[in-house]
């Protein structure tokens, strides 16, 4: 019975006052709207930002060659340390905590060739678990490299999607032939399309992969360009790295401490480095939205304020018959806060058409897809709950505190 009071006489009220009410209620969808989207928007970047990243690979160290900083062991500062494809194995049994682990091989300006189509390719020469180190996912119907095209130095290859539609067009790549520095190779697969925006030697989608040994062979390659290896937890990769440092500093002696000796880069700091930055743009833009609200309970108290004045009388009769100042308090509460919610149901409604229509003009691999999540749901209803408390508790308890006699004399 309450419940029915309670909203025939919050929609009489809306109907007295339709301008008020009207200016008050666009103040709440106003906030709803700025704090839905800017969070939702936060989210997509940040969702789109660390998707381009991993493109690179989840989690990944990448371990370059250097020139030692310091003297060791009666050699001198300023000796190149070089890498090999057998320090990769060398790393990997002398490591508990490794999951994978690969030398690359680099040669750029490589000819590549299809009928009257030829373009320039970096070359990598790796082990098959590059492959899924470096996410690198074959398109439907080809493969990356396995165990036997490594062991009997099998001359087959995997595009990179850009490459692919340079040599190929439209037409079916997989199966076909083509000459690398005039050896005829077989595609195998073809990179699927991936967002990519860090990288430590150019985009995976200009290059081809083909196997280490093969490499080796066909370019009478000694050195390795990088060892990409991979954890088995990215909190493992300091581990790890102090692991590389300690077995190739004592099998190329040179001072495990020396960070000059080996460029490692540890791709999780980057990961860390989004996250606080996502972190506190969502919060930033939570503060400007939860203001905004603020601004909006101004309003939704004024008009509160308003109501408890006109209704004085009413009021006080209530509480000449016995109605207990709790009811007052909640009926005024009640209002408030179905104004509020109304408002933020508005803004929740007006945010997500405007997120959806965001999300089919495909601009994604830009600013990210906005996302309503659950989090933003959350964080929005529960400001739309304590602007509604804080822009009604004083009319409230103003209302609550009216005295019948006087109520009744005015």
């Not at 994978?100 to 009928?115: Q, R």
């Amino acid at each position: 019975m309450y419940w029915g009071m309670f909203l025939s006489q919050f929609w009489k009220d809306l109907r007295a006052q339709k301008l008020r009410s009207a200016l008050t209620i666009l103040g709440i969808v106003w906030g709803t709207v700025s704090i839905v989207l800017l969070l939702g928007f936060g989210t997509g970047m940040g969702d789109q930002m660390s998707k381009t990243f991993h493109g690179l690979g989840n989690g990944i160290v990448i371990v370059f060659q250097g020139i030692t900083s310091r003297p060791f062991e009666g050699f001198n500062r300023g000796r190149s340390i070089t890498l090999r494809e057998e320090d990769a194995e060398l790393i990997r049994r002398q490591t508990t905590q490794l999951a994978a682990i690969s030398p690359e091989y680099e040669k750029e300006d490589v000819a590549l060739s299809h009928g009257d189509n030829r373009v320039s390719v970096l070359v990598s020469g790796v082990l098959p678990e590059f492959g899924e180190m470096r996410n690198l996912i074959p398109e439907p119907g080809g493969r990356f490299l396995d165990a036997l095209d490594v062991r009997y130095r099998r001359r087959v290859l995997f595009l990179g999607d850009k490459v692919k539609t340079d040599l190929f067009g439209d037409a079916a790549a997989v199966g076909e032939q083509v000459l690398l520095s005039g050896t005829p190779f077989t595609v195998i697969g073809v990179m699927k399309h991936k967002a990519q925006d860090s990288d430590y030697s150019g985009r995976d989608s200009d290059k081809i992969h083909i196997p280490c040994t093969t490499f080796a062979t066909l370019f009478s390659a000694t050195e390795a360009s990088y060892i990409i290896l991979q954890a088995k937890s990215p909190e493992l990769n300091p581990e790890v790295t102090k692991d590389v440092y300690r077995i190739l500093g004592r099998k190329y002696r040179f001072d495990p401490t020396d960070r000059e000796a080996l460029r490692v880069w540890d791709t999780t700091e980057i990961d860390r480095f989004f996250g606080l930055f996502v972190g506190g743009f969502n919060a930033f833009v939570g503060v400007v939205g939860a203001f905004t609200l603020v601004v909006g309970a101004i309003g939704v108290s004024n008009i509160m304020n308003a109501v408890v004045e006109e209704r004085t009388r009413e009021i006080g009769i209530k509480m000449a018959l016995g109605a207990k100042k709790r009811f007052i308090r909640s009926q005024i509460l009640l209002e408030t806060l179905l104004v509020t919610g109304t408002g933020g149901l508005l803004g929740f409604l007006i945010s997500w058409l405007i997120a959806v229509s965001v999300a089919r003009l495909d601009l994604g691999d830009y600013i990210g897809t906005p996302t309503i999540s659950p989090l933003v749901a959350l964080v929005t209803v529960s400001l739309l709950g304590f602007v509604g408390a804080l822009a009604g508790y004083g009319p409230a308890r103003r209302a609550s505190e009216v005295n019948p006699v006087v109520a009744l004399k005015s």
